[in-house]
């Protein structure tokens, strides 16, 4: 049972242009977000986050959007850069319990 | 701040032998250390939980006889993989928060360790 998905395993995007990811979740006990960026053989970096009380949070060229109703969640990327290209995890879990389920990814190629 | 190392980076041993991982918070004092595994192209899957000075808390289907966590101090974890085999080779990663982090809900990487068993 995939708790958190994101359905597209690939997304191509012109450098410049926005790169919008996107992220599903099924438990709505889940009410921490994080974004996450993972280059082959190395482990993840940390983006930006949200919480629950939040709809939107910014920070740089990243902003993550969450809409609870719909349980969906996304990461904008604006201006989208080549250094960009690398594989996206979103995450989900319960504050204070410090566990995230992990979607599967989405590898993100920005063309220069 | 938040910075997280392994050791080693990658390792290759023969099958039924063990190895041990390192995963050390350098920067703060980590509460709660995570360990994950990612098989090729999949996501990252939670192995278990562990807090300092207690017993690790493993996910369904992780063997605890086979990956022993330790988490002696606040600083560091580690995994040993016990009679390893073949369809243990993976890559590994920890991850460790805090209250030093800045949130106390935002788990921070190491950059992983690649085990292959021959």
């Known amino acids: 049972d995939q708790q958190v998905k994101q359905n597209s395993p690939s997304l191509s995007v012109q450098e410049g242009r926005i790169s919008i990811l996107n992220c599903d979740y099924t438990?709505?006990?889940?009410?921490?977000f994080l974004w996450y960026k993972k280059y082959p053989a190395e482990g993840p970096t940390f983006l930006i986050s949200i919480s629950s009380i939040k709809d939107k949070n910014e920070d740089g060229r990243f902003t993550v959007f969450l809409n609870k109703s719909a349980k969906h969640l996304s990461l904008h990327i604006v201006p989208s850069q080549p250094g960009d290209s690398a594989v996206y995890f979103c995450a989900a879990g319960t504050s204070g319990t410090y566990k995230y389920i992990f979607g599967t990814g989405t590898r993100l190629k920005v063309l220069a | 701040g938040a910075v997280v190392s392994q050791h080693p980076s990658w390792v290759i041993c023969k099958s039924g032998t063990s190895v041990k991982i390192e995963c050390r918070s350098l920067?703060?004092?980590?509460?709660?250390m995570f360990w994950y595994r990612q098989f090729p192209k999949q996501s990252l899957m939670l192995m278990a939980t562990?807090?300092?000075?207690?017993?690790?808390?493993?996910e369904q289907g992780v063997e605890k006889d086979k990956f022993l966590i330790n988490h002696a101090s606040l600083t560091l974890s580690t995994l040993t993989v016990t009679s390893a085999h073949p369809e243990d080779s993976s890559f590994y990663i920890c991850?460790?928060?805090?209250?030093?982090?800045?949130?106390?809900?935002?788990?921070?990487f190491g950059p992983g360790t690649r085990l292959t068993v021959l």
């Open positions: 991850s460790a928060n805090g209250a030093r982090t800045g949130t106390t809900d935002t788990q921070y």
């Open positions: 920067d703060f004092q980590a509460t709660t």
């Open positions: 438990n709505s006990m889940f009410d921490y």
């Open positions: 562990s807090n300092e000075g207690s017993k690790a808390t493993y």
